[in-house]
C-alpha cells in the first residue's frame, strides 16, 4: 500500500536533523523504480557531483535540498551513518547517531515482532523497508560511538534470535548499520535508503510502523521518533532485563520472538521447554503456571486450543529425568551452542571442576547413532573454537582417554588433557545422562557402517548365488543352497564372495557376525552318482522378510534373463546337471 502525506518546511528541517549523517558519503537512487523478484530497483544508482555533465567527478555534499528531494519523490537518497561530529565542543569521529538492524527478507508479517520488542521495553522506530523488509532504527539522543552502537545492536540480535529466524540457506539476512566501527578513508561507505521516499509526491511505501502494523503518518513519525530517542544504556539494560536468560538459547529465541504457530514444532519445543524449567524450579515444585506464561508468548499457544495436550506434556515431563532435545527440530533451527553454553540451565555440558583440568571448553552430550552397530557423537569443543562431534565407535573407546585423545587428533586437531581415571568416569557419565532421548535413527539405506555394508553384501550372496533344487553338492563350491525357507551355505563360499566384492574383513570375525545374523551350524547330504552318501558341514539361515523381498527381486531378474535368452537362443547358464558335475569333478 502507499501513503501520501504532508510535507512543510519545518518537518523536512526535523527530518534532515534526525537522520543526520555522512554528508560525503551517499548515493542517489534515480527514478523510475521496478520490481525485481523482491527487490525494489532503481533506473539508476549514483553520486551527485558538483558539475553535473561537465565531466568534473568532484561529490557535491549530501544538502537538506537531497532530503526534500527525497521526500517529494526527484530521487531516492541512501545514506552512511558512520560520520565525525562535535562534541563537548571539539570534533570526534566513528559516531553515529543511529544504528539500523536492517531485516532483508520479504513478504514477512513483521508486527508480532514489533510488537514483542516493544513490549520488553526497548526504544526504536520499526520501519518498512522500500522492498518490502524492516528497518529498526534505534536513535540516539546524542552522537555515540560507532563501536558501541554496533555491540548494543548486536546483544538485541543475538537475544532475539534474529540471524536463526531470518536466514536463508543457512545465511543470515540481518545487517548492522553502520556496518563498520571505524570509517575507513577514501571509501564510498555503506548506506541506507532513508524512510519515506515520495511521501509528498504520489506515495510513499516505506514508512514508519505503528505498533499496530498502522501507518503512521510522516509529521507524526517524526514526533514518534523524537520520543523513541534511546542510548546503548539503556538497550543494555532492556537487553538484560529480558525473560529466559538462564534458559537454552533456543527457548529464550523463541519466547521472545513469538515465534512457532501450529505444525512448526510448537508441542516439540514445549516438551523441550518443560526440561528446562523442571531443572530451574525443581521436580518437586509446580510450575505449570510458568509453563502457561511461556506458551503464550508463542504465535499460536497451544493452551487456547488444547489446554489438556498442554498439561499431558506437563505430566510427562515431571513424570521422569529427561534430557534436553536439542538435536531435534525446532530447536536445531535455533540453537547457538557457543551462547547456549554460558547459560545456567544449559543443553550444553558446560566445563566443571572434573573436566576443567582436560583443556575443552567444555565435553556435550553423547549422542548414540542406531546404525546396525550403534556408534557414538561428543560434542567437544576445542579452546576457542566451536563445538563439532567426534566420532566414537564404541563405549570401550569412550572408556580409554588414550583413544578418546586419538579420535580427536585426527577429526579436530587438538586432544584433551588426560585426567584421573576417576574423573574421566564421572565426565563421560555427565556427557552420557539422558543419552536415551539423544538416539538417533537412520534407515538401512543410509547406514555406511562396515559391518552394515558387510551385512548387505551377506544378504546378496544368499539371495543372488543360489543353485536349483536338488544341487545340494554345489555348496561345496561356494554357492548358496535354498530349500523349505533355509539358506544352506559354507564360510568359504562367503569369504570367496566377499573377496570378489573387495571387501576386506580386516579383524572382523565372520562366524561371530554370522552368529548375529542368526545363522546356525548345520549339515546337508546327498547322493552322487555312485551311490554313496556325502554330508556337508555349512551354514543354515531362516529366511526372513529382507531375504524374500531380496530373493523375490532376483527370482524376476533370473526369469527375465532366462527369457531374453530363449529368444536369443542362447543355453540357460543354469542347466548344468549332476551327471556335468560329476564328470568334471571326478576327484570329489
Not at 370 to 390: D, F, N, Q, T
Amino acid at each position: 500500500m502507499r501513503y501520501k502525506g504532508q510535507v512543510d518546511e519545518s518537518s523536512i528541517e526535523k527530518f534532515w536533523n534526525i537522520f543526520c549523517c555522512n554528508r560525503d558519503k551517499y548515493v542517489i537512487h534515480k527514478p523510475p523504480f521496478s520490481q525485481e523478484g523482491h527487490k525494489m530497483k532503481a533506473a539508476r544508482v549514483c553520486y551527485a557531483l558538483e558539475n553535473p555533465g561537465s565531466g568534473d567527478k568532484t561529490k557535491k555534499k549530501l544538502t537538506i535540498e537531497d532530503f526534500k528531494a527525497h521526500l517529494y519523490g526527484q530521487y531516492g537518497v541512501a545514506v552512511e551513518p558512520l560520520r565525525d561530529a562535535r562534541k563537548d565542543g571539539r570534533r570526534v569521529s566513528n559516531v553515529c547517531y543511529y544504528g539500523i538492524i536492517d531485516i532483508d527478507v520479504y513478504g514477512v508479517d513483521f508486527i508480532p515482532l514489533v510488537k514483542k520488542m516493544y513490549s520488553f521495553g526497548l526504544k526504536f522506530v520499526a520501519v518498512r523497508s522500500k522492498s518490502g523488509g524492516l528497518h529498526i532504527y534505534f536513535v540516539m539522543s546524542e552522537a555515540t560511538p560507532a563501536k558501541a552502537v554496533r555491540q548494543s545492536l548486536k546483544l538485541v540480535v543475538e537475544k532475539f534470535g534474529l540471524d536463526a529466524i531470518y536466514s536463508a540457506k543457512g545465511a543470515s539476512k540481518v545487517e548492522i548499520f553502520p556496518m563498520h566501527d571505524t570509517e575507513t578513508p577514501g571509501s564510498d561507505g555503506k548506506c541506507v535508503f532513508l524512510p519515506y521516499f515520495d511521501v509528498a509526491g504520489t506515495g510513499t511505501q516505506n514508512y514508519v510502523y505503528g505498533t499496530d502494523g498502522s501507518v503512521v503518518n510522516f509529521m507524526d513519525a517524526l514526533t514518534v521518533i523524537e520520543q523513541n530517542y534511546t542510548s546503548t544504556k539503556e538497550i543494555d539494560e532492556a537487553v538484560s532485563q529480558l525473560p529466559y536468560s538462564d534458559a537454552p538459547y533456543c527457548i529464550q529465541a523463541v519466547a521472545l520472538t513469538g515465534a512457532l504457530g501450529e505444525n512448526e514444532g510448537r508441542n516439540k519445543f514445549l516438551f523441550h521447554s518443560c526440561v528446562y524449567l523442571k531443572r530451574k524450579f525443581g521436580a518437586q515444585s509446580e510450575w505449570y503456571d510458568e509453563l502457561l506464561k511461556l506458551d503464550s508468548m508463542l504465535a499460536s499457544p497451544l493452551q487456547d486450543e488444547n489446554p489438556q495436550e498442554l498439561e499431558d506434556t506437563y505430566r510427562s515431563a515431571m513424570s521422569k529425568n529427561w534430557s534436553f532435545s536439542c538435536r531435534q527440530e525446532p530447536m536445531c533451527s535455533y540453537c547457538n551452542k557457543e551462547i547456549c553454553a554460558k547459560r545456567k540451565f544449559s543443553g550444553v555440558v558446560k566445563r566443571t571442576k572434573e573436566n576443567d583440568n582436560t583443556g575443552a571448553d567444555f565435553l556435550g552430550p553423547i549422542s548414540r547413532v542406531m546404525a546396525r552397530v550403534p556408534y557414538y557423537l561428543w560434542e567437544i569443543a576445542p579452546p576457542g573454537k566451536a563445538a563439532k562431534e567426534v566420532r566414537f565407535d564404541s563405549i570401550g573407546e569412550l572408556a580409554n582417554q588414550s583413544v578418546v585423545q586419538q579420535r580427536c587428533w585426527d577429526q579436530l586437531g587438538w586432544a584433551p588433557l588426560p585426567i584421573k581415571p576417576g574423573l574421566w568416569v564421572e565426565t563421560v557419565n555427565t556427557c552420557m545422562e539422558g543419552i536415551e532421548n539423544r538416539q538417533i535413527e537412520i534407515t538401512a539405506e543410509s547406514d555406511t557402517s562396515e559391518l552394515s555394508e558387510l551385512h548387505s553384501l551377506i544378504v546378496g550372496y544368499l539371495t543372488h548365488g543360489q543353485v536349483q533344487n536338488g544341487a545340494r553338492y554345489m555348496v561345496n563350491v561356494g554357492q548358496v543352497y535354498f530349500e523349505d525357507g533355509v539358506f544352506y551355505f559354507t564360510t568359504e563360499g562367503v569369504k570367496q564372495f566377499l573377496r570378489v566384492q573387495k571387501f576386506n574383513l580386516g579383524r572382523t570375525n565372520l562366524r561371530e557376525e554370522l552368529l548375529k545374523y542368526g545363522c546356525r551350524d548345520s549339515e546337508l547330504t546327498y547322493t552322487t552318482p555312485s551311490g554313496r552318501i556325502s554330508t556337508i558341514k555349512c551354514w543354515a539361515k531362516d529366511t526372513d522378510s529382507e531375504l524374500e523381498q531380496k530373493k523375490t527381486y532376483f527370482d524376476d531378474v533370473l526369469t527375465q534373463d532366462a527369457e531374453r535368452a530363449k529368444e536369443l537362443n542362447l543355453p540357460d547358464k543354469d542347466t548344468e546337471t549332476l551327471e556335468d558335475w560329476d564328470e568334471e569333478n571326478s576327484r570329489f
